[in-house]
C-alpha cells in the first residue's frame, strides 16, 4: 500500500489518540482531523509554529514514518528515522560492514550505469539524442574508474535544462531550487527504506564524506533522480512562474513517492519500489545475488 504524505504550512497541534494522528488547528471554527497512523508514510513539518507530543513522534518511529523538519528557507533540514528498523538489524548491519571494497565497486558500476540509462530515457522522452549516455552506460567499469558519471552529467543537463546559463547546483539560479527540494524527499524516502531493510544509512558504497550521515542513501537513490527531475520539468512546462517555491510546487514534488516506475518488469509506486532497491542491495551484501534492482524510467 502507498503510505499518505502530509505537509504542514501552517500552525497545528499534533497528538496521537488510540492509534490515531489528531491534527487540532488555533482556529477554533476549524474542526480536528484525524488519520491512521499506520497510513502515514511521510511528514514534512515546515511551519516553524506545529506542535508535536512525544507520545506522537514514538508512535510515528515505531511504524517506520519517515519526519522532515524545514529551516527558516523552507528547505527540509532535518529527518527523524527510527534506530531499529528491522527484527534481523544487528545480523544485517554486519553483513554490511563486512561488504567487500570488490564487491562496493561492483554495487556503484551498476548503480552509475542505471542512472546515464535513467537520464537517457528521460532526455529520449524529450526529443533528444541519447547514443553518447547510452554508450557511456555500457561502458561504466568497476568502481566507475574513468568517472562516467560525470561526464554523462555535463551533457545531460545541458540538454535537460537547454537555456544558456544553467548549471546544476544547488546554490544556482532556478530551476536548482526545485531540484533541491525534490532531491531531499527522495534522500528521506530512500534514508527510510534503508532502515526498514536493517542497514545504516550512513555507510555508504561511494559516498564516504565522514560529515554526511546518509551516504548510502546518497549511493542508492542515484537513479531515482531522473523521476525527480522529471517532475521539476513539469513545472517549467507548465508555464507558471517557477522561481519562486509554491506550495503546489511542493506538494507536486512530494508526489514523487506514488510515482510509477517499472521495476523487475512490472510497474510500482517509487516508495514500493525503493524498498524493493534496498532489500536487493542487502541480498547483494549477504552474497544471494549480484544484481541490485533499480528502476527504470518510462
Known sequence: ?????????????????????????????????????????IIVIESLHVT???????????YGVGIFCCNEQHM???????????????????TQLDASLPLKKNLWQQTVSAK?????????SRGQEVENLMRWSREVQSGDQKNHE???????????????????NPDGESPNHLLNYGYSILRGIT?????????????????????NAFGLADDIME??????????????????DYHQMKKE??????????????????????????????????DCYAGKTRKILYPLYV
Open 191 to 211: 534514508a527510510r527504506a534503508i532502515v526498514s531493510s536493517g542497514m545504516l544509512p550512513m555507510l555508504g558504497i561511494f559516498h564516504k564524506n565522514k560529515y
Open 1 to 41: 500500500m502507498v503510505k499518505r504524505t502530509l505537509f504542514f504550512e501552517n500552525p497545528a497541534y499534533l497528538n496521537l489518540q488510540l492509534e490515531q494522528l489528531v491534527i487540532s488547528y488555533p482556529q477554533e471554527f476549524v474542526k480536528p482531523i484525524t488519520i491512521p497512523i499506520e497510513d502515514i508514510g
Open 150 to 168: 560525470a561526464r554523462a552529467a555535463v551533457q545531460y543537463w545541458s540538454r535537460l535544462f537547454p537555456w544558456e546559463g544553467f548549471t546544476r
Open 52 to 62: 508535536i507530543t512525544s507520545t506522537l513522534l514514538n508512535k510515528l518511529i515505531q
Open 76 to 94: 527540509p533540514s532535518g529527518l527523524m528515522l527510527p534506530l531499529e528498523g528491522h527484527t534481523q538489524q544487528t545480523e544485517r548491519i554486519r
Open 249 to 282: 510546487f511542493k506538494i507536486h514534488l512530494m508526489s514523487i513517492m506514488r510515482t510509477d516506475v517499472l521495476i523487475d518488469g512490472q510497474k510500482s509506486p517509487l516508495m514500493v519500489a525503493m524498498s524493493r532497491t534496498t532489500s536487493s542491495l542487502y
Open 223 to 240: 537513479p531515482y533522480r531522473p523521476f525527480v527531475d522529471a517532475l521539476v520539468l513539469e513545472l517549467v512546462d507548465s508555464g507558471e
Open 116 to 124: 546515464i540509462i535513467n537520464q537517457a530515457r528521460l532526455l529520449h
